[in-house]
């Protein structure tokens, strides 16, 4: 079972940037984070495969948020840059069973793997 712990979020402005970190007990094949906005489906954000590198995005975040593995500290970063209100949600650490396909459906489907506890994110 993989524990992922997530910190970093808060309020900033529109336009602003903010890093978010997932503290993993294990590091999993695809790793990602995907968030959840009150009214709103689950969105993948951002899916990683930690071995070949191929990362995938959501259409709503590319060229603004990038994803980032620091092994020495067990920790996977979200950086998220020129933030937009829509972008409020609740962020969450993933990460997919070995057994799946990495990518965004896999990220979001809790029955593929395991989330954190999520991490608040606003925007105004």
């Known amino acids: 079972h993989v524990q992922l712990v997530e910190s970093g979020g808060g309020s900033v402005q529109a336009g602003g940037s903010l890093r978010l970190s997932c503290r993993y007990s294990?590091?999993?094949?695809?790793m990602g984070w995907i968030r959840r906005s009150p009214g709103k489906e689950r969105e993948s954000v951002i899916a990683r495969h930690t071995i070949g590198g191929t990362t995938s995005y959501a259409d709503s975040v590319k060229g603004r948020f990038t994803i980032s593995l620091d092994n020495a500290k067990d920790t996977t970063y979200l950086e998220m840059s020129n933030l937009k209100p829509e972008d409020t949600a609740m962020y969450y650490c993933?990460?997919?069973?070995?057994?799946?396909?990495?990518?965004?459906?896999?990220?979001?489907?809790?029955?593929?793997?395991?989330w954190g506890q999520g991490t608040q994110v606003t925007v105004s």
């Open positions: 993933a990460a997919v069973h070995e057994a799946y396909i990495c990518n965004l459906s896999s990220l979001v489907n809790k029955m593929l793997g395991h």
């Open positions: 294990a590091k999993r094949k695809c």
